[in-house]
C-alpha cells in the first residue's frame, strides 16, 4: 500500500516526487518509458519564462511566476544549469501598445523586473535585431536552463529521499476501492491513498482509466532548429516576437550550452506520436527569423526536432483533485518546464489538506550534478583527472565529453544512448555521434552488460544494430 503514486515521469511528474521527497510519505512514480524525461519534456526550449505573456488571473500565470522565483534555489540546491538572461518581446512602431498591455497583465500578476526598452537601448544591447524594431518589452527575470539536466536532478534528489520509481511500466486500468485507489500496470497491481496523474500528452487518457472525465488534449507541435556552436548566440536576450493567440511565436534563444535554437513553430495535429520535421517548417523558421533580423545561413542548422504540446481548448493548466485522492493535472503545455517546481508545491499544498505531511530527519536537500570537463579550468581538470583518469578520455569531440562523464550517466540511470545524451550532451554537436556513438555503446556493453544488439537510442525497438 502507497501513500502517492504519481503518473508520469516527465519534468511534472519529478517536480512533484522531488516537491513531496520530503516529508515521510511511501511514494511510487511509474514511467511507461524506460527513462524519465523521454516525453514531451525531453523537446523543449529550455526557457523560465516571466510570466508575462499568460493571462492575469490564468493558473498558468500564476504557477509560471512562482516557478520563475523557485528556480535560482532550485538549480543551486541540484546543482544544475540555470542563467537569468533576460527576455525581451519585440514590436515595430505601431504595436507599441501590445507591449503596454504585456506590461500591464505583468504588473497584474506581481512580475518585477520589466520596462519597455526603444530603439537607442536595442541598438546597444542587441545590434543583431532588425533596426525595424523600434521597442521591446524586457523582462529581466525571464532565464533558461536544461529541461532534461533539470529533469534529471529531480529525478536524483526524489531517488536520493527514497522515491520509488518503476521505469518502462504502463499504467493500464484504475479503479476506486472505498477510500483507496487500486491501479494495475503491464507488470503489477498497486493501492494507494492517492493518485497524482501528470501523464503530459496522455493525461486525457489515464483520466479516462479512472472513469474522470476530463477536457481532451490535442496536441500542438512545435518544430525547433539548433544551429551549430561556431555561430555562438545570435542574441543576449531571449527574442520574441509579439504573442499570438496559441502561440508566443518563433523565437531566438540563446541556449544554456551557448548555441543558437531558433523556433518553435505551432501546428496542431492530431497524431499524439507524430514528431517527424519537415522542409516547410524549416523554411518558415529561417523566414521568421529574418524577420527579427538575423538572417540564418541553412548550412549552420545541425539538427531539426520536434516536441507536442499537450493543448486543451481551456488553453490553461488544469490541476485538481477531481475525485477523492485522485488529482488531474490536464492541458499542462508551455510554459510548463518554468512552472514546474510551482505545480510541486500547489500539488504538496492538496495532498497537505488530506494528509499530515511530516518533514522527513533524514531528507537530503542538495544533489551534484555530473562534472563537465568542458567547463572546467585547466587546475579543475588535472586534479579531477588525477582522482579518476576516465575523465582524461575525450569519448564525444564536438561537445568534450568524457568517458568518465558517460560512466556517471550510466551509474545515474541511463539506459539508452538518448540517456546519455542528455545527461551528458555527447552525440549533440556537429557530427551527430558519427564519431562516438560506437565509443559510446562500447561503454554502455561493459558497464551495463548488455549485448550489442540490444541497445537502444531512447528504448522500446529503437535498436542501432541488427
Ligand atoms: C516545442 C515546445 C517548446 C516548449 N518550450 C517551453 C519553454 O521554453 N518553457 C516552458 O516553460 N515550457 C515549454 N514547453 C512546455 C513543456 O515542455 C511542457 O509543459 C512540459 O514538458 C510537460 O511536462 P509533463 O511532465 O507534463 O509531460 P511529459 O514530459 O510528457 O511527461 C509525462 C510522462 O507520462 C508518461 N506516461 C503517459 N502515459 C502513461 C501511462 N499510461 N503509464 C505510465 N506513464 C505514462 C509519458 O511517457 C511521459 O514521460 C514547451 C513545449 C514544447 C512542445
Known sequence: MKDIIIIGGGIIGTAIAQALCKYELDILLIEKECECSFGVSKSNSGIIHTGFQSKYGSLSATLAARGNQLYTDLSIDLDFPFRRIGELIVAHIDEKQQLEDLYKNGSLIGISEMKIVDREWLAIHEPNLSETI???????????????????????????????????????????????????????????????????????????????????????????LLLDRHVGELCKHIIFPLPKPNTKGILIIPTIDHTTMIGPTAEVIDDKEDLRTTTASKDHIINSIKDLGPVIDPATIITAFSGLRPATKLGDFY???????????????????????????????????????????????KRKSIPKIRDMSVSAKNTLIKKDSDFGTIICRCEEVTKGEILEAIRRGAKTLDGIKFRTRCQMGRCHGSFCTMKIMDIMHEELGIPYNEITKRGHDSYVTI
Open 134 to 224: 523600434s521597442f521591446a518589452l524586457l523582462g529581466s527575470t525571464a532565464g533558461i536552463t536544461n529541461p532534461y539536466e533539470a529533469c534529471y536532478a529531480f529525478f536524483e534528489n526524489a531517488k536520493a529521499n527514497n522515491v520509488q520509481f518503476n521505469l518502462s511500466e504502463t499504467v493500464e486500468n484504475i479503479s476506486q476501492l472505498n477510500e483507496r485507489w487500486e491501479i494495475r500496470t503491464n507488470m503489477s497491481t498497486y493501492q494507494t491513498n492517492f493518485v497524482i496523474n501528470c501523464a503530459g500528452l496522455f493525461a486525457d487518457k489515464v483520466s479516462q482509466l479512472a472513469d474522470i472525465e476530463c477536457e481532451t488534449i490535442f496536441p500542438r507541435k512545435g518544430e525547433e
Open 319 to 365: 490541476i485538481n483533485e477531481d475525485r477523492k485522492g485522485f488529482i488531474n493535472l490536464i492541458g499542462i503545455q508551455s510554459p510548463g518546464l518554468t512552472a514546474a517546481p510551482a505545480i510541486g508545491e500547489f500539488v504538496t499544498s492538496i495532498i497537505s489538506k488530506n494528509i499530515k505531511l511530516t518533514i522527513k530527519k533524514t531528507y537530503i536537500s
